[in-house]
């Protein structure tokens, strides 16, 4: 019922913003993953460092993060390597189909709440809200990266 409620209002607010047109990944629609979420009500901070390793791998620490359906959270990540890192949240089907625009126009801009591109040194947040429990992923999808090593699964446990 809930769920159905939070679809019909999206439909309302997605219209006017869709017709608009931002770019042909079509980032409006409702994400599963969940939405950017209000840092006053974050009851968790979890901290994810990005960087490369002598053996030639690029990782995130932790690979994998636990959180509960309706938790929103503080993802502190850092930058801990020498070369632009990324942090992108998403269901893998989406994130696989980034990857594969990331690897066809590699300079493409994220602004997007559920995705962070840091320097090397930099530190930033995303506040996250899960909205539907299930299993998800983070990644880098600066070319090449994913495949060295940079992802990681997100599994939200229902209420
Ligand atoms: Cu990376």
């Known amino acids: 019922m809930k769920k159905y409620a939070f ?4 439909v309302a607010l997605a ?18 993953v969940g939405e950017a979420g209000d840092k006053a009500k974050a009851t968790q901070t ?15 620490t932790p ?13 502190a990540i850092k930058n801990a390597g020498t070369v632009d890192h990324e942090f992108v949240l998403d269901q893998e089907d989406k994130i696989l189909e980034h990857k594969a625009q ?8 994220h602004a997007d709440a559920n ?8 530190s930033g947040d995303i506040i996250w809200k899960f909205t539907t429990d299930g299993e998800f992923k983070f990644a880098c999808l ?15 446990a229902a209420k």
Do not use: N, W
Not at 7 to 10: D, K, N, P, T
Not at 102 to 109: A, I, T, Y
């Open 7 to 10: 679809a019909l209002l999206f």
């Open 115 to 122: 995705s962070i591109r840091l320097s090397p040194g930099a």
């Open 15 to 32: 219209g006017p913003v869709a017709a608009s047109g931002s770019h042909a990944g079509g980032h409006e629609e409702k994400m599963a």
């Open 63 to 75: 690979t994998v993060i636990k959180v509960r359906e309706d938790q929103t959270v503080r993802i």
């Open 46 to 60: 979890i901290r994810v460092t990005m960087k490369e390793t002598d053996d030639g791998k690029m990782i995130f």
């Open 142 to 156: 600066v070319p090449g990266h994913y495949e060295a090593g940079m992802h990681g699964d997100v599994t939200v």
């Open 102 to 109: 990331m690897e066809k126009f590699p300079e493409m801009e």
